[in-house]
């Protein structure tokens, strides 16, 4: 089991994705800050879109979600903000998109005071030219990005790996034995923020990963089974031929 799961993980971490569907903002409004686009070009942005509906299921205010996007705050002060909120969802399949994101990108373990300042300065660091290219090929793996596609639109379920991560590998599990192979869309992260990109695909890998080895290991033992059976069968068959 362990190293068919060490095989699996390892072909499907050197898969290139090829990413259905997007809303990424220009590289260049990026760079350029432009507004309301870019609220505050902070680490905070990185909260932005589909974190911060988690946020607002959490408790947070307007006010102070107003505040976590501003501009009008120094990045370092935000963490005081967020604090509050981040125990209550750090562990949903959007904290676990963060927290691989910053894991990978910024090599930064768990979001807090200690490291805020470390955390800002990464991101800064980052965001440059051609930092788009850096991201979504050479750390996220992912060969084609379509963005805005009209034809895979977002009300299909690709993105719901940062969702729910358990039935997202589930559903593909079930899928793989329904569909062609060359009919499933595994990866599209609906993300508007290009970091992201790299904490979804890692949850995304994760999951089709655990689905393929689940299914190896499921068949396998059936028919390891089915042989046995054979076997015992044929044994009998043997000893009845001699009786
Ligand atoms: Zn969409």
């Not at 607002?56 to 009008?72: A, H, P, T, V, Y």
């Not at 967020?82 to 209550?88: A, D, I, N, Q, S």
């Not at 998109?97 to 300065?121: C, G, H, W």
Request: proline letters at 3%.
């Amino acid at each position: 089991m362990e190293k068919n799961k060490d095989l699996i993980e390892n072909k499907v971490k050197e898969t290139p994705f090829i990413d259905t569907h997007e809303h990424l903002i220009d590289e260049s409004e990026r760079l350029d800050f432009i507004e309301p686009i870019i609220p505050r070009d902070d680490w905070a942005l990185l909260l932005n879109h589909y974190f911060s509906l988690d946020l607002i299921s959490s408790g947070i205010s307007k006010e102070q979600i107003d505040r976590l996007f501003s501009n009008q705050i120094n990045p370092i002060d935000k963490w005081q903000i967020l604090k509050e909120f981040w125990p209550f969802f750090k562990n949903t399949a959007s904290g676990l998109v963060f927290r691989s994101t910053i894991k990978i990108l910024y090599d930064i373990d768990e979001i807090s005071e200690d490291n805020i300042i470390e955390l800002q300065s990464r991101y800064e660091q980052t965001r440059k030219k051609e930092f788009y290219k850096y991201i979504i090929q050479d750390i996220a793996n992912i060969k084609h990005c379509h963005i805005n596609s009209p034809i895979i639109t977002c009300k299909n379920a690709y993105w719901s790996w940062s969702i729910n991560p358990l039935a997202a590998k589930d559903f593909l599990k079930k899928f793989t034995l329904t569909i062609l192979k060359n009919k499933i869309f595994t990866f599209g992260g609906d993300d508007k923020i290009v970091e992201n990109l790299i904490g979804h695909a890692s949850v995304a890998r994760k999951g089709i990963a655990q689905a393929l080895t689940e299914l190896v290991f499921q068949y396998k033992e059936k028919a390891k089974r089915a042989a046995e059976l054979t076997i015992t069968n044929k044994e009998l068959a043997c000893q009845n031929n001699i009786k």
